[in-house]
């Protein structure tokens, strides 16, 4: 008899996490070793003339806080672990997003004796944001896309379908 009703509970709370994850999603930067060039634009994304915060998403200090994991530049051996570490941190469900040629590939770093290459060598990535370095509004495309993708099923599947890949924009004349 109480099992119907556990049922319908859990099926509530289910779909609360997952309204609260889609309109506040927190999310954390990792620089694991570029030229700076993507951290400015992520950086631009905060500011008032682009406000990612309008979406809901709040850069989080913390790995243990976020869901969103934001990583530019190429994976370098010196920062693997840490990414891996920051990665470990964050609480499930978790999502990563790389920004930038560097983050994808390797970018202009591909091929030195320190760089692994792109962070999905190291990590799951969900989403993809390419550039060098992407404009503000590809990065927001991407964060919004990923949104969307958690709106539609709940969560982006890792192995079975590819990952997203934002569009990046022209500018306006």
């Known amino acids: 008899m109480n099992n119907p009703l556990e049922h319908t509970w859990q099926s509530v709370m289910d779909q609360l996490k997952t309204w ?20 400015i634009e992520i950086l631009a994304t905060l500011t008032p ?11 989080q200090g913390s790995p243990r806080h976020a869901d969103i ?7 370098t051996r010196q920062a693997r672990e840490r990414l891996i570490r920051i990665y470990e941190q964050m609480p499930e469900p978790k999502f990563v997003v ?13 091929g030195c004796y320190n760089v692994m290459g792109g962070i999905d060598q190291v990590i799951p990535v969900d989403a993809y944001i390419p550039g060098c370095p992407p404009r503000p509004e590809a990065i927001i495309d991407g964060l919004v896309k990923l949104l969307g993708s958690l709106k539609a099923d709940g969560a982006p599947e890792r192995a079975s379908e590819p990952p997203l890949a934002a569009s990046v924009l022209e500018p306006s004349s």
């Not at 999310?27 to 060039?37: L, M």
């Not at 003339?49 to 850069?59: I, P, S």
């Not at 994991?69 to 994976?75: E, K, R, W």
């Not at 790389?98 to 770093?109: E, R």
Request: charged share 15%.
């Open 20 to 39: 609260a994850r889609i309109n506040s999603p927190w999310a954390i930067h990792f620089n694991s070793g570029s030229c700076n060039g993507c951290d």
């Open 49 to 59: 003339r682009y406000d990612m915060e309008r979406f809901g998403v709040k850069l």
């Open 69 to 75: 994991l934001i990583c530019t530049g190429p994976v």
């Open 98 to 110: 790389a920004v930038g040629s560097c983050a994808l590939t390797g970018g202009a770093f591909q």
